[in-house]
């Protein structure tokens, strides 16, 4: 008895075969890291935002703002090494605890990303305000002093965002979908938030301390 045997060009197969392998590694990226990625995206499109602000035409309350926040910034003759990690750890422990008051809520969902783009425009208002009033002073001090804490900092409030968005969209959809949430409780949930920050909250305290030593080992060397 004769058979029929269908013939497939062995290129064919491997093409197909390398879509969907180029699929299922896309998927599980962008389920793995797309939240993230999102964030980290919300942080920069800030920066840019801030930095270009920070040459624009402003009114005299902005000017004053900037002002103030200069003033903890650069290096001042009467700055305590207590009030510059102080004024460093603050700031950053605002915007983390600011996510984590919101992720209480199914609000969250809407107000951590202006959370993270506001931090990302306040990073970008400093490094451009000092780029364009003191050029390249400017540009070394931000580059050798602030940088470093910065972007530690950044770091740990994108991961808490994360951590708090997910937690927010879990209570939205234990209030709006009760019948089809069948995931880990609340509570649990909550604790593992709560564990997260707490590792980041850290994180923030090195880079506030890291923005402390290279204030006052660095900093001097540049005269405003």
Not at 113 to 133: H, K
Not at 152 to 177: M, P, R, T
């Amino acid at each position: 008895m004769k058979s029929i045997v269908l013939a497939v060009e062995p290129h064919e197969k491997s093409e197909v075969s390398r879509f969907r392998k180029i699929t299922i590694l896309l998927s599980y990226y962008l389920k793995r890291y797309g939240l993230i990625s999102f964030f980290i995206f919300l942080l920069l499109s800030g920066m840019v935002m801030g930095a270009s602000y920070s040459g624009a035409n402003h009114n005299e309350l902005t000017d004053k703002v900037i002002k103030f926040i200069m003033e903890h910034i650069l290096v001042r003759d009467d700055s305590s090494v207590i009030g510059v990690f102080a004024d460093s750890f603050t700031l950053s422990f605002v915007f983390a605890a600011a996510m984590v008051i919101m992720s209480l809520s199914p609000f969250g969902i809407i107000t951590i990303p202006v959370i993270i783009l506001a931090r990302g425009f306040y990073c970008g208002l400093i490094s451009g305000y000092l780029c364009v009033t003191y050029g390249l002073k400017g540009l070394g001090y931000y580059i050798c002093v602030v940088l470093i804490g910065t972007f530690l900092s950044s770091l740990a409030l994108v991961y808490i965002s994360q951590c708090c968005l997910d937690f927010s969209a879990s209570i939205f959809k234990e209030i709006f979908h009760r019948s089809q949430y069948k995931y880990v409780s609340l509570r649990d949930k909550l604790g593992v938030v709560m564990v997260n920050t707490s590792f980041m909250i850290v994180l923030i305290g090195f880079a506030s301390l890291a923005d402390t030593v290279l204030f006052f080992f660095i900093g001097g060397l540049f005269k405003f």
